[in-house]
């Protein structure tokens, strides 16, 4: 039974590939999960539709995804606010005409260094780079498929790199359960030199960035320079300040937030409540502003909110299907299997390659980074403890494992919210993407294989 656990992120990808559907393939991919799971506990299979719809219920249930939900239905209504204000297009020739933006590779510069400079959370970075930069690509003929990669493939190695925020929390959690030489704090942060898909990723951004290049299915985005946002070309500018301050609102909500939640601790704080609570904020601000600048009354600003929300409700509704998928796989044991692939008879200069392939793996059939970390872990550490590994570096490849699937997985949560920031179709920004981090994967496998040769 083992083996069918693989079943449902299979037809995911498959129906994703022959019929270009995300929302089909993700509820065909729950179902035959919960097929799977019906079928194992003897109850009817009739009852499968039934468990499917429920299982999605329960998912909305969760506090955590439900924030999640609610924050990008918010998001909707922010980007509506500060769009349909002319505050975008006023920020745009604020930054062109100051000379910061003025070329093509200023602007990637930006974008990269709000990215890396939004460290405390990977969505809020995203987030922020993504409604800065929208109207940037689109002034300088780039695609919004280039900002997707280039906010997708910042935000994530940043995060897990620099470490004072959720991930890192989360992490130390995790590794606290085991006896190790070092503690848990030093382990973490003596990865930092071995994070190579992270560091790697991060250095091709940078290279797009300077040389202005672009390769593989990107270069025919440049072409099209499709987007999902096309009111930013008509909206007249106004002033700079209607998209400044909800930003500045939400970023500083956002540290002030994960203190209160984390009770003056930055990384004990919930990154889900505080980029909820800073995005109603933002919200809250920019509807005020919007009244009383006169731009809109009640009525106006209302209808604008819940026009933005009403064009990421599909986006919305795959990044829901794809907690549920998440939710379904993880009780299914399909990590758990996929984890198996790494074995007990492998040579020692095999074990870290072979465990950032299971890590890409998994979260490549699973749709989640972190998921990978509580699967791989367990693993991972108790071979420090037999073997006489350096955790540094087997923690490293964990890492850098689950970030590489999810860059490539087109089921990920984490992708969709890097769609919805740019402003990109869903499936153009995996097409995209995945040349890029395939080939930072292979060099990263050929590197812990050398690294290992070395160290072991």
């Avoid at 002319?86 to 062109?96: P, R």
Wanted: with cysteine; hydrophobic share 50%.
């Amino acid at each position: 039974m083992d083996w069918l656990s693989i079943l449902p992120p299979i037809i995911a990808i498959t129906v994703v590939l022959w019929k270009k559907e995300v929302i089909l393939a993700l509820l065909l991919s729950i179902f035959s999960a919960e097929f799977l799971l019906t079928f194992n506990s003897q109850v009817s299979l009739l009852a499968t539709p039934i468990n499917t719809i429920e299982r999605i219920v329960s998912t909305v249930g969760d506090a955590g995804n439900a924030r999640i939900l609610i924050f990008s239905l918010m998001v909707g209504a922010l980007l509506a606010f500060i769009r349909d204000s002319g505050g975008v297009a006023a920020m745009v020739n604020k930054l062109i005409g100051s000379g910061i933006a003025s070329t093509k590779r200023r602007v990637g510069g930006i974008t990269m260094f709000t990215g890396i400079a939004v460290f405390i959370e990977s969505n809020l970075s995203v987030l922020t780079a993504g409604i800065l930069a929208r109207g940037l690509f689109d002034k300088f003929k780039m695609s919004r498929a280039r900002l997707a990669y280039v906010i997708d493939s910042t935000s994530a190695p940043v995060c897990i790199l620099i470490l004072l925020n959720g991930w890192g929390a989360y992490i130390l959690a995790l590794l606290s359960t085991y006896e190790l030489e070092q503690n848990p704090l030093e382990i973490l942060w003596s990865t930092l030199p071995y994070n190579v898909y992270a560091w790697l990723t991060l250095v091709v951004v940078a290279y797009t960035i300077v040389t202005d290049r672009v390769h593989g299915p990107m270069k025919q985005a440049e072409v099209d320079l499709h987007s999902t946002d096309t009111k930013l070309t008509v909206t007249e500018a106004s002033k700079a300040r209607f998209m400044l301050v909800p930003m500045m609102v939400m970023i500083g909500g956002m540290l002030g937030f994960m203190l209160w939640t984390g009770n003056g601790d930055l990384t004990a704080g919930s990154g889900s409540k505080s980029v909820l609570y800073a995005t109603f904020l933002a919200c809250i601000v920019a509807y005020i502003m919007l009244v009383f600048a006169k731009k809109t009354d009640h009525k106006g600003a209302f209808k604008m909110g819940f026009n933005g929300m009403s064009e990421l409700l599909p986006l919305v509704t795959i990044v829901l299907l794809s907690i549920t998928l998440g939710a379904s796989l993880k009780e299914l044991g399909t990590g758990t299997f996929v984890a198996g692939i790494v074995g007990n008879h492998l040579a020692l200069y095999l074990i870290v390659p072979m465990l950032f392939v299971a890590g890409g793996i998994i979260s490549f059939t699973t749709g989640t980074s972190w998921g990978t970390f509580a699967i791989l872990i367990p693993i991972g550490m108790p071979l420090v403890q037999s073997l006489g590994l350096p955790p540094e570096i087997v923690l490293a490849a964990i890492l850098g494992g689950g970030i590489f699937g999810d860059h490539c997985s087109p089921i990920s949560d984490t992708t969709a919210i890097s769609s919805l920031a740019a402003g990109c179709d869903l499936l153009t920004h995996v097409r995209t993407q995945l040349p890029y981090a395939l080939a930072v994967g292979g060099v990263t496998i050929a590197a812990y294989i050398g690294i290992s040769l070395v160290a072991f």
